[in-house]
């Protein structure tokens, strides 16, 4: 049980400045839980809440408004963060920022000859900042491939599938040393992907999304990405000592994370995997459970050669069979 004076006092101290009147006014926008009560009138009734992440919450919400000025974005950011939240609320939110984005990417790829010379500025800027490790300044073509796979603004991104896009693909994939033993990327193989994200993740997809798919469904996918926080929060402790105590350092970044895999989510069950999701993930979390509680984690994480362990092998066994 957490009184609001309990909070306050807590939050002050973790170096929150906080006052009743506030946290009155984050209630009343729906950042806090509502209160519960316990006792009868005329004999002294206590207020106070009984979810147990309430402090980690106003924490949350307090990192937000560091970033944020608008309440509104904060009470967004809230719910990718992983609190729950009205999914009514946060479905007019979110396509009001997706919307606004989208407005402001239309612009400007719709006056395309303003778009040219912005463009021409960035590659001469590139051009003589550039050192030799740096990554190659991308092409006209490369640039408008990418806004029409993920604006969607037409159905033009085949005009751009070209020798020129894949040999510029596979340079800057070159680039990264993790992909460097990779290999070249196929046109054939790229065209469907770009379709997907086309069809599935562009601006455009995005907002039908989240305009259509049902409260269930973001609840579902909103409950998956609390257990995703659980096994990561599980690991951090197991693997690396003192992760976990500054894991309210990150709150932007678990925001935007939320966002992303939140969104993921809902295309993946739109398109008719939510039990397979499921199941996955229950999958990861009895892992995590059953190689925690044999010491085997550290263990696991120390090994140069962790992919071939024996706990890691049956888990990808039971994922792809799913």
């Not at 550039?130 to 408008?144: D, F, G, I, N, V």
């Amino acid at each position: 049980m957490v009184t609001q004076s309990h909070l306050i006092e807590t939050l002050n101290r973790l170096g929150y400045p906080m006052t009743e009147r506030r946290l009155t006014d984050w209630r009343q926008k729906g950042l806090l839980p509502k209160f519960r009560q316990k006792g009868r009138q005329h004999h002294g009734k206590v207020y106070y809440w009984d979810e147990p992440d309430v402090i980690a919450q106003a924490i949350t919400v307090c990192e937000l408004f560091e970033q944020y000025s608008r309440a509104d974005w904060v009470f967004l950011s809230t719910w990718f963060a992983g609190y729950p939240l009205s999914v009514k609320k946060v479905r007019e939110l979110w396509l009001e920022q997706l919307e606004s984005e989208q407005a402001r990417v239309r612009e400007d790829v719709n006056d395309e000859d303003d778009l040219q010379d912005k463009f021409d500025r960035m590659v001469r800027t590139a051009n003589r900042q550039r050192k030799a490790s740096a990554y190659p300044t991308l092409s006209w073509e490369t640039l408008m491939f990418g806004l029409n796979v993920f604006l969607n603004a037409n159905d033009g991104f085949e005009d751009y599938l070209g020798d020129q896009l894949g040999t510029e693909l596979n340079r800057v994939l070159r680039q990264n040393p993790k992909f460097k033993n990779i290999p070249s990327l196929d046109l054939q193989q790229v065209e469907p992907i770009a379709r997907f994200l086309q069809d599935h993740w562009s601006l455009d997809a995005r907002c039908e999304l989240i305009s259509s798919v049902t409260d269930q469904t973001l609840e579902q996918a909103h409950r998956d990405w609390r257990m995703v926080m659980l096994l990561l929060r599980g690991l951090s402790r197991l693997s690396t000592p003192g992760l976990a105590k500054t894991f309210r350092q990150f709150v932007p970044l678990q925001a935007m994370l939320g966002g992303w895999v939140i969104t993921a989510d809902s295309i993946l069950r739109n398109l008719g995997y939510g039990r397979r999701i499921e199941n996955v993930l229950m999958e990861v979390l009895d892992f995590t459970s059953r190689v925690s509680m044999d010491g085997e984690l550290q263990r696991v994480f120390e090994d140069p050669n962790a992919y071939a362990n024996a706990h890691f092998v049956a888990l990808r066994e039971r994922v792809v069979a799913i």
